[in-house]
């Protein structure tokens, strides 16, 4: 059992570079070359939404990278705008600009598409939904192990 879930967790982090590597294949095909994976990936999760930077850094995971830097990036690039918030002057809040807006149209287009290539190859939307209950669980098992030791 112990080489299962130390099995699981390695694919876990392999699964997310190859995503990552995906991400970047998806950026060369639309021609996107003033973004890099990690970027995208950030943009896609910040979505039509407005949230604050805090709330990216806090609820996502982006391996190796510095989310406010980032964000700094794609603020010069023209992808995210800021704005602070008018009640708290220390909370900054994040959308997407119409160019932003327009790629993340186009990742999720291809994401689509990735999704019925999985489907091809018998993982249905349910059993995805199904997977990431899984580690939701787990990754809660293993907060509350960290907890406890504490």
Same mark, same amino acid.
Do not use: W
């Given at each position: 059992?112990?080489?299962?879930y130390? !099995?699981?967790?390695?694919?876990? *982090?392999?699964?997310?570079?190859?995503f990552?590597d995906?991400?970047?294949v *998806?950026?060369? $095909?639309l021609k &996107? !070359? !003033?973004?890099?994976?990690?970027?995208?990936l =950030?943009?896609?999760?910040?979505?039509?939404d +407005?949230?604050?930077?805090g /709330?990216? &850094?806090? $609820?996502?995971?982006y391996l190796?990278?510095?989310?406010?830097?980032?964000?700094?990036?794609? =603020? @010069?690039?023209d992808?995210?705008?800021q704005?602070?918030?008018?009640?708290d002057?220390r909370?900054?809040?994040?959308?997407l600009?119409?160019?932003?807006?327009s790629l993340? /149209?186009? =990742? @999720? +287009?291809?994401?689509?598409s990735?999704t +019925?290539?999985l489907?091809?190859?018998?993982i249905?939307?349910?059993?995805? /939904?199904?997977?990431?209950? /899984?580690?939701?669980?787990? *990754?809660?098992?293993l907060v $509350?192990?960290? !907890?406890d030791?504490?």
């Amino acid at each position: 059992m112990s080489k299962s879930y130390i !099995d699981l967790v390695l694919n876990a *982090e392999r699964l997310y570079r190859v995503f990552l590597d995906v991400m970047r294949v *998806e950026l060369k $095909r639309l021609k &996107i !070359d !003033d973004l890099n994976n990690t970027q995208a990936l =950030i943009l896609y999760n910040i979505g039509k939404d +407005k949230v604050t930077v805090g /709330d990216i &850094i806090s $609820r996502k995971y982006y391996l190796g990278s510095n989310v406010s830097y980032n964000l700094k990036k794609m =603020i @010069e690039m023209d992808y995210v705008k800021q704005d602070r918030s008018s009640f708290d002057k220390r909370t900054v809040f994040v959308t997407l600009t119409k160019k932003g807006i327009s790629l993340f /149209d186009a =990742i @999720e +287009k291809a994401l689509d598409s990735h999704t +019925k290539t999985l489907t091809k190859e018998q993982i249905s939307p349910s059993k995805l /939904d199904s997977m990431e209950t /899984d580690i939701r669980v787990m *990754e809660k098992c293993l907060v $509350r192990i960290i !907890d406890d030791a504490i």
